[in-house]
């Protein structure tokens, strides 16, 4: 392989090195042995989880290949799946607020369970399934543990800033270690055993079913909305209602004669009248995972545009460093107290934005060519590229999950979380479905404006932190101001 791979992979394993060894006792967040158990078991399930997951990401197109469906077909099972997560994965994801965070985890396991066990059947019509089941899973997994482990670690008293070290852990396992050995596995079973392609879903299920009986035997239950109530309309005007924290009342509505235009509509309508912090939150959200969505379905088409063949494993393994390197970084970001994620998270937007432009820079100056072994300098530049935007993702992640902690309401966060997916969702349709339409560099060009755009209103987010912050402490100065003598003195005494 050439010099460059070999030079570009060695030095993202020695800057994750670096990064995590060289930590000082700056860096690293004093916890307590009960926090650090708690912490153990959540990464334990939730890497088991992940490994569910991404045993299958490598492999599945390839089976529905094995299985002679054409591109059009398979285009429209990755759809369903998409589709899948935004109509019925809002919805049972958002049951989690009422009927638990834990059983909405367990659902997750035996649903995507039952999407592996699809994977055996050739039928088209059984694979539909399995990508509608696998699209629920989805929803699931990015909301209900989310949800989960934040009420549970407030529940048992611990320090509001311990969730970074496990967000910063769960993206550095979840989406970086876990990833890297799961693709080496999967590999391993398909091209170098040559085995059945369907036995990476196997496995996934097998990691999935252990996760499961941890879960089963090691969770205690946790709620969102504590009221009786466990109509679906009602919860999702509750999560609407909570968000405006008391400007709009809308549990005066007949639900019965509104059920077709009340839910996911009047939730997201809302949000974006009522709390601008959380629309924004969700904006964001939306314009960064759907840009890295892109990124992750034409980084090929830009680094082979002659349909050149490509070391993808080698490249998945390069990105996949990055994302690491990232939520390394960001952990070190999020343990000084005096930095706000709102204000370095403007700059990795920033940044991502600059990165998508390479494609189009690049076609320009010097065309891209990767083959085989050999790439150009246009192809080095793209892909170091790539490299610095999944380092931003790697960032995004525990990021936009502590801000995410800072801003949504307990009492219907999974619902919340999951509203804001729909607007992903039907962005990846689109994308999906016109793929072949457009240029590439017309794809990396939007997706870079609106990775400007949330940069844009990451500032504004920043704006109305700072406003809070000064609001909070003028309270505290009247409240020093007017404190009794008496008691003013008593605290001195008490010093």
Known sequence: ??????????????????????????????????????????????????????????????????????????????????????????????????????????????????????KHSPDYKVLMVGRILAGISTSLLFSAFESWLVAEHNKRGFEPQWLSVTFSKAILLGNGLIAIVSGLFATLLIENLELDPVLPFDAAACFLAIGMAIILSSWSENYGDPSESNDLIAQFNGAAAAIASGKCDLTSVDHQNTSLILGPSVALIVVLITDEKIALLGAIQSLFEGSMYTVAFLYAPALSPNDEEIPRVFIFATFVLSSMLGSSIASRLMTHATLKVESYMRIVFLISAFTLLLPIVSNFLAAPSVQGDSISFGGCILLLGFCVFEACVGIFWPSIMMMRSQYIPEEARSTIMNLFRIPLNIFVCVVLYNVNAFPVTIMFGMCSIFLFVASVLQKRLMSHEFETDMKEGDDEAETRTFEPKGAVEHSHTSM
């Open 1 to 118: 392989m050439e010099v460059f791979y070999y030079l570009l992979f060695g030095g993202l394993v020695a800057a994750v090195a670096a990064m995590e060894l060289g930590k000082t006792r700056k860096d690293r967040v004093a916890i307590s042995s009960a926090f650090s158990s708690f912490r153990n078991n959540f990464l334990l399930v939730y890497s088991l989880m992940m490994a569910g997951d991404w045993l299958q990401d490598p492999y599945v197109y390839y089976l529905y290949i094995q299985y002679g469906f054409n591109k059009g077909d398979i285009g429209r099972l990755f759809i369903a799946g998409f589709g899948s997560s935004m109509l019925f994965g809002t919805i049972v994801a958002s049951l989690a607020d009422k009927q638990g965070r834990k059983s909405a985890c367990v659902t997750y396991c035996i649903t995507y369970i039952l999407s592996c066990m699809t």
